[in-house]
């Protein structure tokens, strides 16, 4: 609120309650991660809520691995009720959701968990199967967090358990050949990237280009857009295209696919540049020092748990890594049930751990 108070004071026509929203709405995430540790420290029926969430994670794996294997076995009946999408013209599986990016998210939650808290058959058994699910919805983003989230389990569970260099020597051979086996199986991913982001593919068609570089003009457009940013549902991000924002319109890219009034889809492909039209450098700063803040309480409990629950704390970090590398394309932690998954639920068991410790 006083950050909003110090808009209007600058900005002179823009709405305080407007402003407060934009920046409450920025740091939703984060809110519901305080929720979930003050209802977690409150409840005293979750005195040990980690089979609940052990219960709750299964839960999602089954759903999405029967919505995935309906998916490829009944292609024709399952695009009757979600609408295909194909890139290069191959097809990408959707799974329970509608969106192959949400999809390509649930299944990196399904591997990190089988990974990190599941037995030796889950891991033989499921993780193969949530492997060949992310490759076939083609999101390079959900793959880069997959190896950061893979290389970071590597390190504090494997590693955790050998004291030797040699034996912490054979773990990094280990982990070296595991990531190079996802990256052969990815390889596609990368030329696709490749082209995507060269050089010649940098045009005023390219929408990731264009959301950045819309950034930039708002930014400088004014020095109070420079420090607090031009307002929520103003550039990228979901609310911008259900309030379709006139600024798609003034700097011309309100015929471009995409960005098309009713059909933009690409507002969300860029988190970056949305947050830092929206809340300026002060806003952006803040959010990432938020960011810091979580990912050094998640070290610090980690340092003080052992067996199971470290391995379930463990298990949300690298959800929060996970959510925290997919934002860097599409809104992720916008997302209301990526927030709960991600922020709510780890916030309840850290709450809850925090109050039986």
Known sequence: MSLA????AFAGNQGVVATAVGFLYFFKFFLLFLAGIALGGLVKQLMCP???MRIYFTFLCWVMLIACLVNLAFPGIWHELVTPQSIDGRFRLMGPFT???????LAV???MFVLVCGNASAKLI???FFTVFLYLTYVKKSFFALLLCSAIYQRKLLASFVESWSGRAVIFVIALVFLSGLSFLFKDLFVRMGAEYSGDSLTLNNSRFMLALGAVAILLESSWNLILGAGLA???GYASSIFYSEYYIALGVSNNWGFIEGASTYTGDFYIPHVLAEVGILGT????LVAILMIRIFLRILARSTGSEYRMVLFFFLLLIHVLVESVGICAVEISQIAIVTAFLPGLYIGNYLRRC
């Open 285 to 288: 700063v803040i959010m990432a």
């Open 5 to 8: 108070l110090i808009r209007s």
């Open 109 to 111: 939650v399904c591997i």
């Open 126 to 128: 499921a993780l193969p």
């Open 234 to 236: 103003t550039w990228g």
């Open 99 to 105: 969106n192959a990016g949400r999809t390509s998210w």
């Open 50 to 52: 980690e089979p609940l």
